[in-house]
């Protein structure tokens, strides 16, 4: 008599190492990952919606783990490939993610001279290159550590109180969500589209008030980032390094250093030039911080300021 098999979706881990930047939206993600693509042996910055999108999906339970970690690195073997040989690869001159905001752009017009075939897989093991990759909110789940091998993740935060702020003026309550260009993952609810951060507590996402809705979805992220870490083992907890954007505008050298030793790839000129593009070192936050946080005092509950200065709390305490 046969036994029952079951078959699930699988592909081969990475070649190429990853480095991921973490974080929530409004973090600091994109500085981060210019300052490291500026290093020696790094390639340029790259962006994968589908990456963090699958990540997204498993967190709502519509598709499986097996599903989303099939997903995760078939998306990734074909970005490292593509970017090998100059497929898909964005030209864009205003975008971050163009290669002309790479320090050296005639590196990919080069790889569009690259005969495409297995050939190119030899020359990825022997490369051994380095991709830093955008996705949000990393942390959601497990999964990427498991997705892949040689990763290092580095995980933006922000004072809480900038953070939810700055989503206030984005108006990432409601009509944001609407849009045909929304990146993140949104979910139809009684006739109404939300976020996936109302993911299980989709009733009461629609009595708050746009603050509230706000705090309360950066508090369901903090939340499930804490049970992701507790879930991964000590090695992959190893693989985690935390960079405050404050610690970063006031003291850029000092996570240059933090970069360099983890990645061991050293500064370049480019490093410098970026530097100076981002206007880094800025001066210190904390008379903004004051007003924001008097602001919002006067828009929600005292329950929920309560909540805000316990994040806050958190944050100040995080390495």
């Avoid at 997903?71 to 971050?96: A, C, H, W």
């Avoid at 955008?134 to 997705?147: C, R, V, W, Y």
């Avoid at 989709?202 to 708050?208: H, N, S, T, V």
Wanted: glycine fraction near 2%; include cysteine.
């Amino acid at each position: 008599m046969k036994k029952n098999s079951k078959t699930y979706p699988y592909a081969i881990k990475n070649i190429s190492k990853i480095v991921i930047v973490s974080g929530n939206t409004r973090s600091g993600k994109a500085i981060a990952l210019k300052i490291i693509a500026s290093l020696s042996g790094v390639e340029k910055v790259n962006v994968s919606h589908s990456i963090e999108t699958a990540n997204f999906l498993n967190f709502t339970k519509n598709i499986s783990k097996e599903t989303a970690i099939y997903l995760q690195r078939r998306t990734f073997s074909k970005l490292d490939y593509n970017l090998r040989i100059g497929r898909e690869v964005n030209l864009r001159k205003p975008d971050y993610t163009s290669i002309y905001k790479y320090r050296d752009p005639k590196r990919y017009l080069r790889n569009l001279n690259t005969k495409e075939g297995d050939h190119v897989i030899k020359i990825l093991k022997k490369e051994k290159n380095v991709i830093p990759l955008m996705i949000h909110n990393g942390l959601l789940t497990t999964n990427l550590f498991e997705a892949f091998d040689n990763l290092v993740m580095f995980e933006m935060i922000r004072n809480p109180v900038s953070t939810i702020f700055s989503w206030i003026k984005k108006k990432y309550d409601n009509k944001f969500y609407y849009s045909y260009r929304v990146g993140c993952l949104t979910l139809k609810y009684k006739n109404k589209i939300i976020p996936y951060y109302a993911y299980g507590w989709e009733a009461k996402y629609l009595k708050l008030n746009k603050y509230e809705k706000i705090i309360e979805m950066f508090l369901m992220l903090e939340k499930q980032k804490n049970k992701t870490i507790k879930k991964l083992n000590k090695i992959n907890r190893n693989k985690i390094f935390y960079i405050k954007l404050e610690d970063l505008h006031a003291e850029p050298n000092i996570i240059l250093k933090k970069l360099e030793k983890v990645l061991k790839k050293k500064r370049t000129n480019y490093t410098d030039k970026i530097l100076k593009q981002e206007s880094l070192p800025r001066s210190s936050t904390l008379i903004d911080i004051q007003k924001k946080r008097n602001i919002l005092k006067k828009k929600i509950s005292s329950g929920y300021f309560k909540k805000l200065l316990l994040l806050e709390s958190k944050y100040s305490k995080t390495r």
